[in-house]
């Protein structure tokens, strides 16, 4: 659903825009971003609001986010999937309790998931020259420390998940 109305959208700006410096993929592929995390959010933050989560969800939301940003992880095939493993992910780990020791326990696992697999699968999805991908992991892992120091629960869980994200069974077979 994602790639087609993304694919529709760009063929429109064409036709409106035809000196327009962007290709119909090129523009195609920055819709399909954009598109995927406007469903993201909003169906996300729809649903928190109906269970009465939302500030769980937003915190969550974001926490994930900022990790991915330097640490990168899998990728779903398609948009759709992306979509509903996001949603279901953010709003099942808002329900999830931690106590002082597993918030801990979680965030120093994820310092060391960090440690070990960031970044991950960044290289086609960033102009970050590689040169500089010991900086994206210190700045994850002190990112991530800090919540030894913040200690919500929330924050563990959500760097947990997107540190889990990092792991690529694949590339451990072929090593």
């Not at 995927?36 to 928190?48: P, Q, W, Y």
């Not at 999937?81 to 979680?106: H, R």
Request: with cysteine; net charge positive.
């Amino acid at each position: 659903m994602i790639e087609p109305l993304a694919l529709r959208m760009a063929q429109h700006i064409k036709r409106v825009v035809p000196d327009h410096p962007s290709s119909v993929p090129v523009l195609k592929h920055a819709l399909s971003a954009i598109l995927n995390l406007v469903f993201i959010t909003g169906l996300t933050i729809a649903i928190s609001v109906f269970i009465g989560r939302t500030r769980e969800v937003v915190t969550i939301m974001v926490a994930f986010a900022f990790l991915r940003q330097m640490t990168g992880g899998i990728h779903l095939k398609s948009g759709m999937w992306c979509v509903a493993v996001s949603t279901l992910l953010f709003t099942g780990l808002s329900f999830i309790e931690l106590d002082y020791n597993w918030t801990t326990g979680a965030t120093l696992v994820s310092m060391l998931l960090i440690l070990i697999f960031a970044p991950a699968g960044i290289e086609k999805q960033t102009r970050i020259p590689p040169r500089y991908f010991p900086l994206l992991r210190s700045g994850a892992f002190i990112a991530v420390s800090l919540n030894l120091w913040i200690a919500d629960p929330f924050i563990a869980i959500s760097f947990f998940a997107q540190s889990l994200s990092l792991i690529n069974i694949r590339r451990w077979k072929t090593s």
